[in-house]
């Protein structure tokens, strides 16, 4: 379970370690102006890697009507002012869904992260959070607020650990090629707005999150979206079926399709637990109707898997892959097991 951080030192201290992750792996510090939709930040100290940006500070001027710790990310260009990709600005205190940013807790393990509710702006028509969410497949995680009432948000990054921003410049891509995706005309096709609505139908009707957990030291729910990566391009260097490709939407992970039937379905999951095996099992077998419709679950090398469940993966007739992470590199390698 996911609880917001609503407390004034707490949040403090996120930012803090949020702000450290950034000048650890963007080591270079410059001048530049940033510009969006109705004004420019004139020389402003970002902190970038030579390909990303990133920039905060403070918004709490008199006469603000929501105050707010300003996060701004981008992609860096040399030779011309900076153009904002996503804002995942941060409330001081307390719950305010008007800002779009905030940090919420893994009351499991302890880690801190910070959240997105998703809203995306940038002056261009269609440019909209259902969009973004549908075109991405962005995961929505439920957070507890104090209360007891719920607040979904997209995981970014944990705000401290091994390789943080990996996480947040994955996110920052996806957001940037969804505007120019947007501004090629691509949402405007039969085949996204068909999967559009799907996305919105599925979440209307569907309240319940996948949700990882973090395995030993090192962070694996952030990483999902890398772990699919490599996952597609582990299939790409092996024999495809004839006039075959690989798809995802947001019901499955990742599957592979010859016209409009799904051969080959995969699901990742970042534990081994039993609910995040159980779920597996599920999502495979529902969308894998086709009776010679290869179901692979993808789950964690360095977690232990119980021995029921995997009975169960033999006499469902379901494969499984490994997945492991370089600690050092945060590299994502996918390995074949022995049949179950």
């Known amino acids: 379970m996911f609880v917001l951080i609503e407390d004034k030192s707490e949040v403090k201290k996120a930012q803090k370690k949020l702000e450290s992750s950034f000048r650890r792996d963007f080591t270079r510090k410059t001048v530049k102006n940033i510009g969006y939709p109705g004004g420019t930040t004139f020389d402003a100290h970002i902190h970038t890697d ?113 390789a943080t921003s990996r996480s947040a410049i994955r996110y920052i891509d996806t957001i940037a090629q969804f505007k120019q995706a947007v501004r090629d005309g691509a949402i405007n096709t039969p085949e996204f707005k068909q999967k559009h609505m799907q996305f919105e139908e599925f979440y209307a009707e569907a309240r319940g999150r996948r949700k990882g957990r973090r395995s030993g030291t090192f962070d694996y729910i952030s990483r999902h979206g890398d772990v699919v990566d490599a996952l597609a391009m582990w299939r790409k260097e092996r024999s495809m079926p004839r006039n075959s490709r690989l798809v995802k939407n947001v019901l499955i992970d990742m599957g592979v399709s010859v016209g409009k039937n799904l051969v080959e379905v995969f699901e990742v999951k970042t534990s081994t637990s039993r609910t995040d095996v159980y ?34 993966l033999l006499r469902l007739n379901i494969e499984l892959l490994k997945f492991e992470i370089d600690e050092k590199t945060a590299n994502v390698t996918v390995i074949e097991c022995e049949k179950v």
């Open 50 to 162: 030579g390909r990303y940006w990133y920039w905060s500070t403070d918004h709490k001027e008199a006469g603000v009507a929501n105050p707010r710790r300003l996060n701004w990310f981008g992609i860096f260009n040399e030779d011309k002012d900076l153009q904002i990709s996503v804002e995942i600005n941060t409330t001081y205190e307390g719950r305010n869904d008007q800002v779009a940013g905030f940090f919420a807790r893994d009351s499991e393990t302890g880690a801190i992260y910070l959240m997105h509710s998703g809203r995306v702006g940038g002056g261009t028509k269609g440019v909209s959070k259902t969009a973004l969410l549908a075109w991405s497949n962005q995961p929505l995680i439920d957070v507890l607020d104090a209360s007891g009432r719920v607040r979904e948000g997209v995981l970014v990054m944990p705000v401290e650990g091994s």
């Open 279 to 312: 779920g597996a099992i599920g999502q495979v077998m529902v969308h894998g109707t086709n009776d010679r419709c290869r179901r692979v679950v993808v789950l964690p090398k360095k977690e232990r898997i119980s021995e029921d469940l995997l009975k169960a």
